[in-house]
C-alpha cells in the first residue's frame, strides 16, 4: 500500500496498520519476516488526526525501545506524538484522549529507563496511571477498552517497581493486574516470579499452577517452576507430578528430566527413576546423531 494511498484515505491507512501488526505478532511468534518502515509510512503518512497514525508512533517508540535499543528513536518519536496529540486535543473526544495520553506516557517511558532516570520513569507512569484511572466505564464497550489499557499499564508498573527495588508494590500491581484478567496465564508468571523474590513459596508454587492450568504461553515453564516450588517445600511427589506435567507439553525438557532422576531417588520410585534415565539417554543419543 503507497504512501499516497494511506495518506488520503484513513481506511487503508487502518488496514495498512491492521497488516502491518498481523506481521509484527507473527514475527513475534513465529519469526516470520516483518518490516519496521511499514510502521514508519504509517507514522508519516496516515491522515493527521486519526488514532492510526498514533497507534504507528507508538509502535515505533517501543519497537525502538524494546528491538532496535535506540535512546534517540524513542525520544524522537515520543517527541512527535506527544506534539501531535496536543494539537489534536480538540478532535478527540475526552475518553478517546485519555486514553491516547496514557498510552503515550506508558510508551514514552521507555526512554527514562534506558537512560537509569529513575524519577523521570515514576513521574511518566504516574500520568500513564492517572489518565487510565480517569476513563469513565459508563457503558459496555468504554469499560471493555478501559480494561485493555490498564492491563498492560499495570504489568509494565509491576515491572517498573521490581526495576526500582519495590517488590512490595511490584506484588501490589501484579494482583491489580490479576483483578482485571484472572485469567492470564502470564500475569499468574509474573506475580509468582515476584512471590519467588518475596519468599512466599508456596503461594508462588500455586500461581506458577494456576498459569499451567489456564494453558500457553509458558505452560512447560509454569509446571516447570510448579514443581521447584513444591521441592522447595518438600512436596516431593508434588513436585514429581509437576514435571512429568512440564514434560507432556515440552518432552525435550532436560531439566524437568534430571529432576526426576534425582527426586526418584529421594522418593523411591525407581520406575520413574528408570524411565527418566532412559529418556535423558535418547536425547543424548538424538543430540549425538544431529552432530554427526
Given at each position: ?95 478517546t484522549y ?96 515476584i512471590l ?59 531439566s524437568a ?36
Amino acid at each position: 500500500m503507497s504512501a499516497e494511498q494511506i495518506a488520503t484515505d484513513d481506511a487503508c491507512a487502518a488496514l495498512g496498520y491492521f497488516r502491518a501488526n498481523a506481521r509484527f505478532m507473527l514475527n513475534q511468534d513465529y519469526d516470520a519476516p516483518y518490516r519496521l518502515d511499514e510502521f514508519r509510512t504509517l507514522a508519516e503518512h496516515a491522515p493527521l488526526g486519526t488514532v492510526t497514525r498514533f497507534d504507528a508512533q507508538i509502535h515505533l517508540i517501543v519497537q525502538s525501545a524494546r528491538f532496535i535499543k535506540d535512546v534517540a528513536a524513542v525520544e524522537s518519536w515520543s517527541s512527535v506524538a506527544f506534539r501531535e496529540l496536543q494539537g489534536l486535543q480538540q478532535e478527540f473526544d475526552d475518553f478517546t484522549y485519555s486514553l491516547l495520553m496514557s498510552r503515550y506516557y506508558r510508551a514514552a517511558s521507555f526512554a527514562s529507563q534506558m537512560r537509569g532516570n529513575r524519577v523521570q520513569i515514576v513521574r511518566e507512569m504516574d500520568l500513564a496511571e492517572e489518565y487510565a484511572n480517569s476513563l469513565p466505564r459508563d457503558t459496555e464497550v468504554r469499560r471493555i477498552l478501559a480494561d485493555e489499557n490498564i492491563h498492560p499499564l499495570m504489568q509494565s508498573r509491576s515491572k517498573e517497581a521490581v526495576w526500582l527495588g519495590e517488590l512490595e508494590l511490584a506484588e501490589h500491581r501484579a494482583r491489580r493486574v490479576l483483578e482485571v484478567d484472572p485469567l492470564d496465564p502470564r500475569a499468574h508468571i509474573e506475580l509468582a516470579e515476584i512471590l519467588l523474590t518475596r519468599d512466599k513459596i508456596a503461594e508462588a508454587a500455586a500461581n506458577y499452577r494456576k498459569a499451567a492450568e489456564l494453558g500457553p504461553p509458558g505452560t512447560a515453564i509454569a509446571w516447570y517452576m510448579a514443581g521447584q516450588c513444591y521441592e522447595t517445600l518438600g512436596h516431593l511427589e508434588h513436585a514429581c507430578d509437576c514435571f512429568v506435567s512440564a514434560l507432556k507439553v515440552d518432552s525435550f525438557g532436560v531439566s524437568a528430566i534430571e529432576r526426576l532422576v534425582d527426586l526418584a531417588k529421594q522418593t523411591g520410585n525407581h520406575a520413574l527413576g528408570r524411565w527418566a534415565e532412559l529418556r535423558i539417554g535418547e536425547l543424548k543419543q538424538k543430540g549425538t546423531q544431529k552432530l554427526h
